[in-house]
């Protein structure tokens, strides 16, 4: 009798045992198969699209490339057009954050949508990682734990050029850029690091396309040098009148994010030889960039930019957190943690986070060049900065 | 040494506002061309058409399209112009006739549905991204103004087909029978069909020389503005400020109002951050002269609106 | 210019508006039981834009004048809220009541000028106006341009944060759509209603009757823009951001479209109109990313087989109930 109620015990405690792993599994598992929404903001409309789609395609390489799952999760992207308009970026945005309540938004392209989704976003819970926009208050008094950028700070790319055109001797410089904020952000940037005298600092009005007057001005004043921060149609057709005033012989052209791959399929020879800056270009020598660039040239049949590499690791940044966290999102805070690692190997190489959640990595200044095949690329001439963190991480009160 | 410089900043300065004067008048002639077909569509017609600068888009698509198929502008361009035609009467026959005598609230929604219908339908078939359009072999290139200032040649082409337009129009609406017709109908509707004229001819003439008016415009632009899907959109309201200043119903008061409008919103952009610097600081110049300078026709359109509700140059008999 | 005849009535039905008020205090329940918490919010927004198309239909729908700058209101009440929230003033009793002053105070003096003019010359004014607010605030480079500013928070009421409660803010926004509704039926239904409706059907003959209709066209005026603004304010809260966008030329073309929808001058169809127009958006942006390909021939096919807009389908329909009990 007694043996008989000892051996109903240990089953009894083996059926519970068993019930409570099961659970724990189903809880569990049931996590695992959920699948993990994430939402893509970019700009998919308008003349700024080839930027936005570049995000949008190389995210969603990265996804393709990790078999559509992270961590044993299958992956919703939902991805938004936000037009360039600030309105329908917070609407959608918020549409997206009520009605699918993702964990992780992606995004955006440009610094003001930025603006304003940080709040919406970090406000829900869920974790903002920008694949492009990296403006100055959220590096510095406005940082937020859930924010992280995997491109760099707004101003680094144009310090680049500053502190090169500094190197460089050159003592004369004028500057270009759009009449907004991104604007008015890259000029001080080129400043910093130059010392030099600036002859001219001139805001064209944003969207303008005919350069006949700045042109008129630029070619009187006779500098040393020209810096130009023209994104998009601006900056092709600024380059491309350019060179067809003739200037492109007598005048260096540095810039940023004027001639990039986004761009270089409708500026094609004109802007040949002209440098940027960035922490990345096409024909950088290690075997992950290039199995990329590879990758994204067969799946869209166009050269990838700054903006597809900076995706493709978002979605790596994303990938290597949730595996360390198994796949779970309930744990914030050790979510968090596992993406301030940033423990994936980087398309770029060298990649760490700052305490502000912006990167520090290398910079190089790049030159535009043509290809074998007949596409324009931009190549690494030589480094400038090296594990070069951002101005305002001082600010930032997180540790 | 002082004064010479003096002379070769004025003289840079000279150059510069010939440029934007240029510019201003090329502004003013494109929209001359989309406000000449609305001012008669509505005048005429009394029919409100929302998806005017639809058509205008569809100009500016359709030359994209052809010249790359033919590889031959003048082709290219005499194939879209036929394309916009057809659309135009298309349209006409399946939308906007039946709403010809329904009231202009009705011929407001449901042009706002087209327009709704055609933009996203050319996003889906295009795409999102802008077309590049280049510029015809034979205008490439610049004109020599003055002290090493180059003016793009493309840009007077378009100066000087929007006057031939003008030219064109002022004839065919001054001298011919039909423009007779036209001009009657545009001071008293209501007269047309009493007189024995064949409105229903007349209104599908009208209609698709407004259409065929703005695909041209359109496509004159496109190598120089973006072609994009929702591109109508900003002119239509341009050509609508137009029309009411220069006086509904009358190709003088389009062709007036028009090069007002262009002059006027181009030399307010290019001058009023200077301007404002006068009076404030480079930061405060430079950020409120973009919306001051847009405010600038819609402040114009108001007073003239206040001050003679019909109209520069109203189509005679119009009260 | 005037809107379809017949379509506006001298007694606004009141029964629908009742209707609709009864399911809207139902939502919040009905997503709580279905587990659709977006549904509060996204009504929310709704109503918001269905109190600025009942002020639209007051000066449309029963003063027959085409507005085609309402959404300026819109844009003064948001912008109004948001830099006095900015500034640390966000406390409703203060707010509101400010926004709704200087809407109508720029009601008032764009008024005396518009309502000197009739017809298309009179919604190109409207229009001239609205821009003019639009590019205004383009130009407050301090609080955001054109970019537009991210708000804080929302505004107090009495100090505490009851505002920033979904379900709280979604009754609020639903007691303001029903007061307003109630209120302009009731306006309407008065003396100064007929009057102004009078002028809409027969100006000469009001003028010649003895009426001083330019004061009534001026009074409604100044009635519509206040509660455009009031519907401002509740925007600014609900998406703690303000744009210029909010007053542009396009959002007072979406106002206008609610309202024909709706049916011009059945104030509650301007509701309804409001509802069937961003509903619709919604579902179909569900669908297809390219849903305006779908939604453009609906409004076509809407207007060119109706007539009278979906108040005029909803009276249809009780008629043809009634005939057959009768």
Request: hydrophobic share 50%.
């Amino acid at each position: 009798m007694m043996k008989q109620r000892g051996a109903m015990k240990q089953w009894s405690i083996r059926a519970v045992q068993a019930g409570l792993a099961l659970l724990a599994f189903g809880i569990g598992g049931a996590q695992a198969q959920e699948p993990l929404k994430i939402g893509l903001v970019s700009v998919l409309s308008g003349p700024q699209a080839t930027l936005g789609q570049q995000v949008r395609d190389g995210f969603q390489l990265a996804i393709k490339d990790l078999g559509g799952k992270i961590a044993g999760r299958p992956v919703e992207v939902i991805v938004i057009d936000d037009e360039l308009k600030p309105d329908v970026a917070v609407s959608k945005v918020r549409g997206l954050l009520e009605k699918d309540k993702v964990d992780f938004v992606v995004g955006p392209v440009f610094s003001n949508i930025l603006q304003a989704i940080h709040k919406p976003v970090t406000d829900s819970g869920a974790f903002l990682i920008s694949p492009n926009a990296g403006t100055s208050n959220f590096a510095g008094k406005a940082c937020h734990e859930n924010f992280f950028v995997t491109s760099y700070q707004n101003d680094q790319p144009h310090e680049v050029l500053g502190k090169y055109a500094q190197d460089k001797g050159y003592k004369r410089a004028y500057l270009i850029a759009p009449n907004y904020q991104a604007g008015k952000d890259s000029l001080a940037g080129f400043k910093r690091h130059f010392t030099g005298e600036i002859v001219d600092e001139v805001y064209a009005p944003l969207g303008q396309l005919d350069y006949a007057s700045e042109l008129a001005k630029i070619a009187s004043a006779k500098p040393d040098v020209l810096f130009v921060f023209l994104p998009g149609g601006m900056g092709i057709n600024f380059v491309k009148q350019f060179r067809q005033a003739g200037l492109a012989d007598k005048l260096p052209f540095l810039s940023a994010f004027t001639v990039d791959e986004s761009v270089l399929p409708a500026q094609q020879d004109a802007a040949i030889g002209f440098r940027s800056g960035m922490s990345w270009a096409p024909n950088m020598n290690n075997p992950q960039s290039k199995a990329f660039v590879q990758n994204y040239e067969a799946n869209f049949n166009v050269v990838p930019g700054s903006y597809a590499m900076q995706a493709y690791d978002a979605g790596q940044l994303i990938n290597a957190a949730l595996t360390a966290t198994k796949g779970s999102t309930a744990d914030k805070a050790a979510l968090r943690a596992a993406l301030k690692k940033a423990d994936f190997v980087s398309l770029r190489g060298k990649f760490k986070f700052n305490t502000n959640g912006y990167p520090i990595q290398d910079f190089y200044v790049v030159k535009v060049a043509k290809r074998a095949d007949g596409k324009f690329q931009t190549e690494i001439e030589e480094k400038v900065f090296s594990d070069y963190g951002d101005t305002y991480a001082a600010e930032c009160p997180l540790k | 040494m002082r004064s010479a410089q003096a002379m070769v900043r004025c003289e840079i300065f000279m150059s510069l506002f010939a440029i934007q004067i240029l510019n201003g008048l090329q502004l003013g002639l494109l929209m001359f061309m989309v406000a000449a077909g609305l001012t008669l569509v509505f005048g005429v017609m009394d029919f409100i058409n929302l998806a005017h600068g639809v058509q205008y888009m569809i100009g500016a698509y359709l030359a994209a399209v052809m010249i790359a198929m033919t590889g031959h502008y003048v082709l290219g361009l005499a194939l879209a112009l036929i394309g916009v035609l057809l659309i135009g009467l298309l349209l006409e026959h399946v939308v906007f006739r039946p709403l010809y005598q329904r009231s202009h609230l009705d011929q407001v929604l449901a042009t706002f549905g087209l327009i709704l219908f055609l933009n996203q339908g050319v996003k889906m078939v295009f795409g999102a991204s802008p077309l590049s359009v280049p510029v015809p072999a034979w205008f490439e290139g610049a004109v020599l103004l003055g002290d090493g200032i180059l003016y793009p040649l493309y840009r007077f082409v378009i100066i000087a087909a929007g006057l031939i337009m003008a030219l064109l129009l002022w004839l065919g609406v001054e001298k011919t029978r039909i423009g007779m017709q036209l001009r009657a109908g545009a001071s008293h509707p209501d007269m047309l069909s009493a007189l024995g004229v064949d409105v229903r001819k007349l209104f599908m003439l009208i209609f698709a020389l407004g259409s065929v008016l703005a695909g041209f415009a359109g496509a004159l632009a496109a190598p120089i503005l973006s072609v994009e899907p929702g591109m109508g959109d900003q002119i239509l309201i341009l050509a609508f400020v137009v029309i009411v200043i220069g006086g509904i119903g009358s190709i003088r008061g389009a062709f007036a109002g028009a090069l007002l409008v262009g002059l006027i919103d181009t030399l307010a952009r290019s001058y009023m951050v200077d301007v404002l610097r006068l009076f404030t600081g480079a930061a405060a110049a430079r950020g409120i002269a973009n919306g001051l300078s847009s405010m600038f026709i819609y402040i114009l359109m108001a007073v003239v609106l206040f001050l003679r509700p019909q109209g520069l140059f109203p189509a005679r008999g119009r009260s | 210019m005037m809107p379809a005849a017949g379509a506006a009535q001298a007694h606004p039905m009141q029964g629908p508006a009742i209707f609709m008020g009864c399911v809207l205090a139902l939502v919040p329940l009905a997503s709580m039981l279905t587990g659709q918490s977006h549904w509060v919010p996204l009504c929310t927004q709704i109503m918001i834009f269905a109190l600025a198309a009942l002020s639209l239909d007051l000066v449309l729908g029963i003063g027959g004048l085409v507005s085609f700058g309402h959404a300026a209101f819109i844009g003064i009440g948001a912008y109004t809220t948001g830099i006095l929230i900015k500034e640390g003033w966000g406390e409703t009793l203060f707010c509101l009541p400010l926004s709704m002053l200087v809407c109508a105070c720029f009601a008032y003096v764009t008024g005396l000028v518009a309502l000197k003019t009739r017809g298309v010359t009179f919604i190109m004014i409207t229009l001239a106006f609205s821009q003019m607010i639009y590019f205004a605030a383009q130009s407050l480079y301090r609080y955001g341009g054109d970019d537009g500013l991210t708000l804080p928070k929302r505004a107090t009421v009495l100090g505490q944060a009851f505002l920033g409660n979904k379900i709280t803010f979604y009754y609020l926004t639903l007691l303001c759509l029903l007061l307003c509704l109630f209120t302009v039926m009731r306006i309407v239904r008065s003396r100064f209603g007929r009057v102004l409706m009078g002028a809409r059907d027969n100006e000469i003959r009001m003028t010649a009757l003895g009426f001083d209709v330019f004061r009534v066209r001026l009074k409604a005026y100044v009635i519509s823009g206040m509660i455009a603004g009031l519907s401002g304010f509740l925007l600014a809260n609900q998406t703690e951001f303000v744009s210029p966008a909010f007053a542009s030329w396009q959002r007072s073309g979406d106002l206008i479209f609610m309202v024909i929808l709706g049916g011009v001058g059945s104030l509650w169809g301007a509701v309804a109109g409001a509802f069937a127009f961003l509903l619709m958006e919604e579902v179909l942006s569900g669908l297809t990313e390219n849903w305006k390909v779908i939604f453009g021939p609906m409004i076509i096919f809407f207007v060119l087989f109706t007539q009278g807009g979906l108040a005029r389908w909803i009276a249809l329909f009780h008629k043809g109930r009634g005939q057959g009990h009768g």
